[in-house]
């Protein structure tokens, strides 16, 4: 369905920009991206904790056949984690491809990434399916129409464990019903500036949302981007829940386009300073922490979804989210290294990554 | 910065957690981090569920908790004390044979103990059906609840012409 071809090979894949990362969906200047995933499990095998590697062997090899043939995977590429290196797996979880449970590699595990990147498929982690859909910017919607359909091309060759009470059965209870999680990653500095993000946050958590960082479940809150998903999965149903998480948002787009207002009109100068100060270090250090990057990057995505002119695209500092991290560093270095020398190496990566954009825009700042 | 643990290596790993609504920042160094367990790959879940558990289980007698322990679900061979330790059932079947232990467990998670989402597409058209006009019945009386009535009037459109196409057995009426 693709009109490029996916990738062929792990190195194929992790050259490409993640799709999620492209900086262009609609409202990409305040939210970064848009996930739903659905669990699932045969309902013929124990979960995954349970079954014995021959029986995950056996999952992987049904359900990896089954998405392969399903037109929403056609000529996408399958990996086995226990092929892959340690650097290698973290790197899929910094691309938000695998989860932490699917990247320990220790059992047979595996996924399933389609040509486009938009659509994956987790084999073996803690249920035997999660299906994932990602969108750059606020596209609820789209996604969800996306993981709908995968779902029931694979429900066609798989019987799915399922009960007209319980709906979807999962390892986990909390996870029962309808086994979705639809949730944005959001930008929100003004609000977290003018110290009114408990506020909002509190009454994300009262209306049955849950809030996390940039790497999911108990993962810190880093560059003022918040991951705010829907927390139940009984007794509403997936447009329901979704629809709820778009209204909510919104509202919160709303306070936090409100606090950027306030704060350009009371205090521009120390605006644009923190911005370009931001752009500064990042531009010419010479060792640099991954948190510090990615603080430094909210800094600038401010300044280019303010308008600022002269800053990167929104796509430079998205990238640099991900290329930062240790896996991807790793990788990019071709060697292990410690954090120190992470630091020197992540710093020359940024400096290379913002300098390239600037010859690119043809305009140095 | 040194780590707040140890206070001897440099903080590598930052965490910033968000309990009880507010913002708690803690740095601490890769070792210290370790042991702590402070890391993004802890199974949560497990601990979510067991102290949702351990709350439920205190208006029981030892006896009640020794004998709900001892339930046995007859496919994967699981018990229910191991659902509560691990937090995670064995297979889809646990769930029928744990069902009255787990149903106010759902409660306690969801609010609710009935799935209202979608079916499975090879349940058959009928099945599906059948469901897509109970999820209308109840979106009808919600739209009812919030006096839209243009909107209601659409889903009752919407339900005769389902109903029309499925010709027996009625769903039950949505209460």
Known sequence: ?365 | MLCQVCGKNPATVHFTEIHDNKLTEINVCERCAEEKGLRATSHPHKFDIADLLAGMVDTMTSSDEERVGRVQCPRCGMLYSSFRETGRLGCAECYSAFQFQLRPLLRRIHGDTRHRGKVPARDGDGAVRSRQIQRLHDDLQRAVEREDFEKAAGIRDEIKRLEAETPAPRPEEAR
């Open chain 1, 1 to 365: 369905m693709s009109h490029t071809p996916g990738p062929v090979n792990f190195d194929d894949l992790v050259l490409r920009t993640s799709p999620w990362l492209s900086g262009d969906g609609p409202h990409a200047d305040l939210v970064l991206s848009t996930r739903i995933r659905l669990a699932r499990n045969l309902e013929q095998v124990p979960f995954t904790h349970r079954a014995r590697d021959e029986q995950l062997q056996g999952v992987l090899a049904s359900a990896g056949g089954a998405a392969q043939r399903s037109t929403s995977f056609a000529g996408g590429l399958m990996l086995a984690m226990n092929d892959l290196s340690a650097v290698e797996r973290q790197v899929l979880v910094e691309r938000h491809l695998v989860s932490h449970e699917l990247g320990d590699g220790s059992r047979p595990r595996g996924i399933l990434v389609a040509p486009d990147e938009k659509l994956s498929l987790m084999i073996n982690e803690e249920d035997h399916l999660r299906l994932q859909s990602m969108a750059a910017g606020f596209q609820l919607a789209d996604a969800w129409a996306s993981a709908d359909a995968a779902d029931d091309e694979l429900n066609q060759s798989l019987d799915f464990a399922f009960s007209e009470e319980m709906g979807y059965l999962t390892a986990c209870p909390t996870n029962a019903g309808t086994g979705l999680r639809a949730s944005v990653l959001i930008h929100l500095p003004a609000l977290v500036l003018l110290d009114e993000i408990q506020k909002v946050l509190k009454g994300v958590m009262q209306v049955g949302l849950s809030v996390r960082g940039l790497y999911g479940e108990h993962s810190e809150v880093m560059g003022n981007l918040f991951q705010i998903s829907n927390q139940t999965t009984l007794g509403r149903s997936e447009r329901d829940s979704i629809e709820s998480l778009e209204r909510v948002t919104r509202q919160i787009m709303d306070a936090e386009e409100r606090a950027r207002d306030r704060m350009m009109r009371d205090a521009r100068v120390q605006i644009e300073d923190k911005v370009w100060r931001a752009y500064g270090t990042l531009r010419y250090c010479r060792s640099v922490h991954a948190r510090e990057v990615i603080n430094l990057c909210s800094a600038i995505r401010l300044g280019v979804a303010l308008g600022l002119p002269g800053l990167c695209p929104l796509r430079v500092v998205n990238e640099l989210l991900v290329l930062t991290q240790p896996g991807h560093l790793q990788r990019y270095a071709a060697a292990e290294l410690t954090p120190s020398e992470r630091n020197v190496i992540r710093a020359q990566l940024v400096r290379e990554r913002l300098s390239s954009a600037e010859h690119e825009s043809g305009s140095t700042p």
